[in-house]
């Protein structure tokens, strides 16, 4: 199939990269309730390799439910600054909410949660049974957007359960902590799409992108506070070989490219 073929008519192209949200305001309402609300306690996520809670989030009439990742309870890696993957996780929803793809629940980070700093995010109330390899052949152009983004943000750790379903059939990307090194470590369960061009309206973006990022917009100066100066500058080598080779990168031979359990 040639990129010509692959290309989303111009009017389908907002419908093409949005889903989550119905508009700006409704993202914005979600973020404001995320940053000033009242957070409580309700439990620890089970089977997470850092302390994961569930957290109740008040603000005025408004309540929903929230995961809270502190900052103290995320384990050393080898590889990546100690204390940096909650900002990670901020670093990696701005992005998306720039590009318009794929959907990341609204993340925020916040110093006065209960085990102090740390990041917040929408709980997405997801089927528990649906993960990228129940959803792959049905949900192909999320997939499509899923694959394109992690090799710009350099994810090594796309397992297949952090792919979810909500209740309305919306699929969602999460758990963003271990990206954005500096040097290539991409490894994910998504090779469906090797060598094959990505869609016209994801390049679209990823220019856009380029673009801003050149001009010193303000996606430039949240990722600075959330990256290093050479993670920073990784991204924008990702982002120019992507829109230089206009295809889906080749698993890597030097780094093992499937995460370890895939699920």
Same mark, same amino acid.
């Given at each position: 199939m040639t990129n010509d073929e692959r290309r989303t008519p111009?009017?389908? =192209?907002?419908?093409?990269?949005?889903a989550a949200f119905?508009?700006? #305001?409704?993202?914005?309402? $979600?973020?404001?309730l995320l940053t000033r609300g009242e957070i409580a306690m309700e439990g620890m996520v089970p089977w997470s390799s850092n302390y994961t809670y569930l957290v109740r989030i008040q603000l005025e009439e408004?309540?929903?439910?929230?995961?809270?990742?502190?900052?103290?309870?995320?384990?050393?890696?080898?590889?990546?600054? =100690?204390g940096s993957l909650c900002k990670r996780e901020v670093?990696?929803? #701005?992005?998306?909410?720039? $590009?318009?793809?794929?959907?990341?629940?609204?993340?925020?980070?916040r110093d006065d949660a209960p085990q102090g700093l740390g990041m917040v995010q929408q709980f997405v109330d997801h089927k528990r049974r649906e993960n990228f390899f129940t959803l792959r052949d049905k949900c192909r152009a999320e997939m499509e957007k899923i694959a394109v983004f992690d090799a710009l943000i350099n994810n090594t750790d796309r397992k297949g359960g952090h792919i979810l379903a909500d209740q309305n059939g919306t699929i969602w990307a999460i758990d963003h902590g271990v990206t954005f090194h500096q040097d290539p470590k991409l490894r994910t369960v998504i090779w469906d799409f090797i060598d094959e061009p990505i869609p016209d309206p994801l390049l679209e973006q990823l220019e856009t992108l380029r673009v801003a990022l050149k001009a010193n917009e303000p996606?430039?100066?949240?990722?600075?506070?959330m990256?290093?100066?050479?993670?920073?500058?990784?991204?924008?080598?990702?982002?120019?070989?992507?829109?230089?080779?206009?295809?889906?990168?080749?698993?890597?031979?030097?780094?093992?490219?499937i995460p370890w359990p895939p699920v």
């Amino acid at each position: 199939m040639t990129n010509d073929e692959r290309r989303t008519p111009e009017s389908d =192209t907002k419908r093409y990269l949005t889903a989550a949200f119905r508009n700006r #305001e409704e993202r914005e309402e $979600l973020r404001a309730l995320l940053t000033r609300g009242e957070i409580a306690m309700e439990g620890m996520v089970p089977w997470s390799s850092n302390y994961t809670y569930l957290v109740r989030i008040q603000l005025e009439e408004h309540s929903a439910y929230g995961i809270y990742k502190p900052q103290c309870g995320e384990r050393p890696l080898w590889d990546f600054e =100690t204390g940096s993957l909650c900002k990670r996780e901020v670093a990696a929803y #701005e992005l998306s909410a720039f $590009l318009n793809f794929p959907n990341v629940p609204v993340t925020i980070l916040r110093d006065d949660a209960p085990q102090g700093l740390g990041m917040v995010q929408q709980f997405v109330d997801h089927k528990r049974r649906e993960n990228f390899f129940t959803l792959r052949d049905k949900c192909r152009a999320e997939m499509e957007k899923i694959a394109v983004f992690d090799a710009l943000i350099n994810n090594t750790d796309r397992k297949g359960g952090h792919i979810l379903a909500d209740q309305n059939g919306t699929i969602w990307a999460i758990d963003h902590g271990v990206t954005f090194h500096q040097d290539p470590k991409l490894r994910t369960v998504i090779w469906d799409f090797i060598d094959e061009p990505i869609p016209d309206p994801l390049l679209e973006q990823l220019e856009t992108l380029r673009v801003a990022l050149k001009a010193n917009e303000p996606i430039r100066a949240t990722l600075e506070k959330m990256l290093a100066r050479s993670e920073l500058r990784a991204l924008n080598q990702r982002l120019n070989a992507l829109l230089k080779e206009r295809v889906y990168p080749t698993p890597p031979e030097d780094w093992p490219h499937i995460p370890w359990p895939p699920v």
